[in-house]
């Protein structure tokens, strides 16, 4: 991963892409869409970008959120 992807996941666009994938209203939309929306092309630089900042990948983050949003 380079370290701009790495900037870029650590930086705001990571928050975006967290509250992104923790809303219920946005379950259906692609990982790969969300990261491409905050910056990250490959979808594989955002995922282990967003595995190093959150200690999860992005479909355990959104699969977590989305059993807390259920209760």
Known sequence: MSSQAARRTA????????RDL????QQTVPLATIAARWGHCRPSDFTRAFR????????EYR????????Q
């Open 11 to 18: 930086a705001p666009g990571c928050r975006r892409c967290r």
């Open 63 to 70: 699969a977590a959120h989305a059993d807390r949003s259920r």
């Open 22 to 25: 923790a809303d219920p209203a």
């Open 52 to 59: 190093a900042a959150t200690g999860m990948a992005p479909s």
